[in-house]
């Protein structure tokens, strides 16, 4: 998983917690598919949260709070990366309250997104979540017209596919010979670096014949695995298919003899 959180908090621009923005940035090590520290995030490359309170849960139709009125906090997630992310929780860290009105005349307490929020790359999406001032049946001037400040807490995954290529070489000793297929993985432009070597498997066929089956991949160095399939009997044209389980990889083949 690789995880997001909050760095900051940016004071909202509009009165009675109309917007607020903050952006994510990388306070821990972000794992890649198979948990190496590949997929490092920067504040340029974290995601970035609008928030907007509506009168509708379904449709952001701008309001203020007004206390006893129900009110949405909506949440809108925006990604600059170039692969979608899938936003697994956005909630109200912290509270800093305008002078004189308490936070307890504030209810966030059901203002927690927990879920599955896809953004598409370089795009947005938003949800909502209750949020209310309490009617206290006193005078409540003093958050009429006023900003609240917010701290945020958030997460996110992603994952990305990278290309690899597949090579047949080969050699013989007296017992006969032995096929390698070396596989090896690359970035295209606008992907972060190859996080590991490949994984997964590699059958070796000689026509539709199929000479080793599903032989396990063994890495060999930061962006390439090998697979062998050994002492067959005389040089053969042999077909490398391989086969990636876990979406990291593209699949791939390559001829040799």
Not at 76 to 98: C, D, F, L, Q, R
Not at 160 to 182: I, L, M, P, Q
Request: hydrophobic share 35%.
């Amino acid at each position: 998983m690789k995880k997001f959180r909050r760095t900051k908090a940016v004071i909202p621009s509009a009165a009675a917690l109309v917007v607020a923005v903050l952006v994510f940035i990388l306070a821990s090590v972000i794992t890649g598919p198979t948990k190496t520290p590949g997929f490092v995030l920067t504040s340029d490359t974290g995601f970035s949260i609008t928030s907007s309170i509506s009168s509708s849960p379904s449709t952001q139709i701008a309001a203020v709070l007004y206390p006893g009125a129900q009110r949405y906090l909506w949440y809108t997630a925006y990604n600059p990366m170039k692969v979608p992310i899938t936003v697994t929780s956005m909630s109200i860290g912290e509270v800093a309250p305008p002078a004189g009105c308490s936070t307890s005349n504030l209810d966030y307490s059901a203002a927690n997104f927990s879920g599955s929020l896809v953004v598409p790359p370089s795009g947005t999406n938003a949800v909502s979540v209750p949020i209310s001032l309490v009617d206290t049946d006193t005078n409540q001037d003093s958050c009429e017209n006023t900003v609240f400040n917010f701290t945020y807490a958030g997460t996110a995954t992603y994952s990305e596919t990278y290309a690899t290529t597949t090579k047949v070489t080969s050699s013989s000793d007296k017992s006969g010979v032995t096929y390698t297929a070396t596989v090896t993985a690359s970035a295209s432009s606008g992907q972060d670096p190859v996080p590991s070597s490949p994984t997964g498997s590699v059958t070796f066929n000689h026509g539709s014949a199929a000479l080793c089956t599903a032989v396990t991949l063994t890495s060999t160095g930061t962006t390439t695995s090998k697979a062998t399939c050994g002492s067959t009997p005389g040089d053969q044209t042999v077909t490398a298919l391989y086969t990636n389980t876990d979406g990291d990889f593209t699949s791939s083949s390559g001829t040799g003899s």
